[in-house]
């Protein structure tokens, strides 16, 4: 199936970055200042240090594998593509919660669309609301609150990892801080005192649900197959939920970086919005 360019408009599913994005649990975020201006130089210049964990940002391999690829060695074929948008929120998926194979196939039969191998599988939680950088919501929809963002997003276990390489999806996003579930990474311990809230959430206990062996499951199960992802995705997002759409990544060519800030953004027809 073909699209044509000239008939569409270029929806941004990136978030804004500037000194306030914050970076992922460790990861220092951004540093901007001058160091020209236009009135002594006659020309602005700015110098900026930060992580990469920040932001709209795609993870390459070397991220979590040594001598694994990078940035620069992804080819663009493989991040433009065909992607299925799913809304996750119309299952009531909330704070803590843990999503499955089931909530994709279960929404493969209410919509109709078929998540086909080679397809990128964009996940839409709806956390993005809650991102201090996002910028497109809705005004009455935002609700800035990083603690929640960070700490209580949804995500998935091994079995939906396992779900992504036996449908051989090409890769992934995701409008969360990461495509594993907090309690699976290093939060888990930054922030041990909302264990018990997790735990009670789900009546059972976090090394039952989420135990030590799948930690990070996301990253180490799928990267060595080169699934990659997208975290920290946004902007225009709820413009394009529940669709089968054309979508583009693009981070600069980074050699021997093991993630990049990138732009996300959806090829959408006109007379489809």
Known sequence: MAIDLARCRVLDLSQDWDIHTPGFALYEGPTVKWIKRVAFERAGGQWISSTLHVGTHLDAPLHFITGGQDIAAI???????????????????????????EHFEQWERDTGIRIQPGDILVIHTGYHHYYPSDWATDPALRQPDETRYFIK???????FAEWVLRRQISWLAVDCASADHPFNTVIRKIRADLVPEFEAKHGKSISELLPDSDYQVMHFALFPHGVIHIENAGGEIDKVLNRRIMVGCFPWRFKG????????VAFVPEDEL
């Open 75 to 101: 080819p663009l074929n493989k991040l433009v593509g065909w992607a299925c948008i799913v809304d996750l929120t119309r299952y009531g998926i909330g704070d803590y919660d843990i999503y499955g194979p």
């Open 153 to 159: 997003h949804p995500g998935p276990t091994r079995a």
């Open 257 to 264: 970086g093991e993630a990049a800030f990138c732009r996300f």
